[in-house]
């Protein structure tokens, strides 16, 4: 069951479109939301005469302020349009450490696709690639252009047998009985010889079970799958992060990296 939710709030457009999302996800599973906002260290770019930083480290502290009180307003406007049970909390540190710290006592954690923290010539990896390997919980992912509520009719499972599918397959039951929606499995090279298992184990919990289809990656996994999301139209993928480590996924590139930063839908993921 679902009864907590997290969810990262800023003042952005997209930001305001995954707290709504969060809001109808919150209220479908009658659970509790807390909106959590994370003032970030300051983080110079390295664009500034030496003279100049510490002027420009405070014009960005004030910013961050700002931020953390546009964010707290927006989510309280937001969430008093409707009557799920929620919580605000503001905190100071490493946006992915503080999320992390406070996944523990949440079913879920919803974070945007393009969220980052600090300028990339320092941190490289997004909020996504640093949280899902910290927190220990299920993560969806929302890109910018999610809007309206959370109607999942049909969603989809990447397969490949790993034991961060695993993982994931097993997390998303509860929201996939709750939204009493069809999943289709897409298996990977070589894992479609258990499908017929995993399809019956998801069956037995109640899951509704649409087509399964076998990708030939021919070792560009990523790439076929985003081909195979804009065939068919989905509305959740379910997916593993990271069989290697997250580094080793960055520097090779990857399947999780491809989704959490170009999945044209909300994404799913445990690690």
């Given amino acids: 069951m679902i009864r907590d939710l997290l969810v ?73 349009e409707r009557p799920t049970q929620t919580a605000w909390k503001v905190f100071e540190g490493r946006m992915a450490d503080q999320l992390a710290d406070h996944a523990r006592y949440a079913d879920l954690v919803i974070v945007g696709q393009y969220e980052s923290e600090g300028a990339a010539e320092h941190r490289a990896t997004s909020l996504a690639d640093d949280l899902v390997v910290k927190c220990g919980r299920p993560l969806m992912v929302i890109p910018e252009s999610t809007a309206g509520a959370p109607e999942i009719q049909r969603a989809v499972l990447a397969w490949d047998g790993s034991r961060e599918a695993v993982r994931a397959a097993h997390d998303v039951i509860p929201l996939l009985i709750a939204a009493q929606c069809a999943l289709e499995i897409v298996s990977i090279d070589k894992a479609s010889r258990d499908v017929d298992e995993l399809a019956g184990h998801l069956r037995a919990h109640g899951v509704a079970l649409g087509e399964t289809f076998h990708l030939d990656s021919q070792g560009r996994t990523g790439a076929a799958l985003v081909s195979h999301l804009q065939v068919r139209r989905y509305d959740l993928l379910v997916i593993g992060a990271y069989s290697h480590s997250a580094w080793r996924e960055f520097l090779l590139g990857g399947v999780t990296r491809t989704m959490l930063h170009h999945s044209p839908l909300p994404v799913f993921v445990s690690h």
Wanted: proline letters at 5%; hydrophobic letters at 40%; a neutral charge.
């Fill in 8 to 80: 990262h709030v800023d003042a952005s457009e997209a930001g305001v479109s995954r707290l709504r999302y969060a809001l109808d996800l919150a209220a479908r599973h009658e659970a509790r939301l807390t909106g959590v906002h994370v003032i970030a260290p300051t983080d110079v770019p390295p664009l500034y005469k030496p003279s100049k930083l510490r002027q420009v480290e405070r014009v960005l502290e004030d910013r961050s302020q700002r931020d953390a009180l546009s964010a707290e307003l927006i989510f309280r406007e937001v969430a008093g």
